[in-house]
Nanobody, 123 residues
Framework: QVQLVESGGGLVQPGGSLRLSCAAS????????MGWYRQAPGKERELVAA???????NYADSVKGRFTISRDNAKNTLYLQMNSLKPEDTAVYYC?????????????????WGQGTQVTVSS
């Protein structure tokens, strides 16, 4: 089985910064694509940023130039550095990792979600 633990959310003033982390643990064989999503009240969940196993990245237009996604393969950890935060960035942020892991003696590949972490940008 696999567990994902997110951390790093909180309350920050406009223009401030936060760094989110998503650590995976368990019987992991490999982690493929990784991504950060967010969901604001009354809105659908949207992709914020993604990174492939090879390190290629893509970002939502609304966060380009302000957010940076990165990964530490040795630690099975995904990061999201968020700078120049705006009130419209307020949302619950979720990590999503495509993980290959051992279950009952066989490899499985699943898209796993973190528990979510609240980011609030307000003065």
């Amino acid at each position: 089985q696999v567990q994902l633990v997110e951390s790093g959310g909180g309350l920050v003033q406009p223009g401030g910064s936060l760094r989110l982390s998503c650590a995976a643990s368990g019987s992991i064989i490999s982690i493929n694509a990784m991504g950060w999503y967010r969901q604001a009240p009354g809105k659908e969940r949207e992709l914020v940023a993604a990174i492939t196993s090879g390190g290629s990245t893509n970002y939502a237009d609304s966060v380009k130039g302000r957010f940076t996604i990165s990964r530490d393969n040795a630690k099975n950890t995904l990061y999201l550095q968020m700078n120049s935060l705006k009130p419209e960035d307020t949302a619950v942020y979720y990590c999503n990792l495509e993980i290959t892991f051992m279950q009952f003696g066989s490899p499985r590949t699943r898209a796993c979600w973190g528990q979510g972490t609240q980011v609030t940008v307000s003065s």
